[in-house]
């Protein structure tokens, strides 16, 4: 009736016990951003991304082009759990690319071309929108 969340109520640890056995997603914090001149969906649905600690690394080629949203300071061995297992299981190498790079360079042909492509050990912190290839047996 007065439009609050049940996690806004200020309840007891044993209030919120019982109430979380009705499955009410309001239990959870609930995060509202908004600026006075009212954003876009699209850059506050970024915004709220990047503030929740997280970034992508992009894979390119093949039959698809991907974003994979990640936890800021991954690893690269981490981050190639993200796409499979096997691939993490395997993994050798990560091909990265930064995305500065490859948009200076025209692409990701011109970006190799330009030396831009660096390999990286599992230890590798990924970086947000890496261009990343995995290299893993299988």
């Not at 709220?48 to 991954?74: M, Q």
């Not at 990701?108 to 330009?114: C, P, S, Y």
């Given at each position: 009736?007065?439009?609050r969340?049940?996690?806004?109520?200020?309840?007891?640890?044993?209030?919120?016990?019982?109430?979380?056995?009705?499955?009410?997603?309001?239990?959870?914090?609930?995060?509202?951003?908004?600026?006075?001149?009212?954003?876009?969906?699209?850059?506050?649905?970024?915004?709220?991304?990047?503030?929740?600690?997280?970034?992508?690394?992009?894979?390119?080629?093949?039959?698809?082009?991907?974003?994979?949203?990640?936890?800021?300071?991954?690893?690269?061995?981490?981050?190639?759990?993200?796409?499979?297992?096997d691939?993490?299981?395997?993994?050798?190498?990560?091909?990265?690319?930064?995305?500065?790079?490859?948009?200076?360079?025209?692409?990701?042909?011109?970006?190799?071309?330009?030396?831009?492509l660096?390999?990286?050990?599992?230890?590798?912190?990924?970086?947000?929108?890496?261009?990343?290839?995995?290299?893993?047996?299988?």
């Amino acid at each position: 009736e007065q439009e609050r969340t049940v996690f806004a109520a200020g309840l007891r640890a044993e209030e919120l016990a019982a109430v979380a056995a009705h499955s009410f997603h309001t239990n959870k914090p609930v995060t509202v951003a908004a600026d006075g001149e009212g954003e876009q969906p699209d850059h506050l649905m970024l915004r709220a991304f990047n503030e929740s600690g997280r970034i992508c690394f992009l894979t390119v080629g093949g039959k698809e082009n991907r974003a994979w949203p990640i936890r800021r300071g991954t690893t690269a061995w981490e981050a190639a759990g993200a796409i499979h297992s096997d691939i993490q299981k395997g993994f050798i190498r990560a091909e990265v690319i930064s995305f500065e790079d490859l948009l200076q360079a025209g692409g990701e042909t011109e970006a190799k071309r330009a030396g831009k492509l660096r390999l990286e050990t599992k230890q590798y912190t990924m970086q947000d929108c890496d261009v990343v290839n995995f290299r893993f047996n299988k």
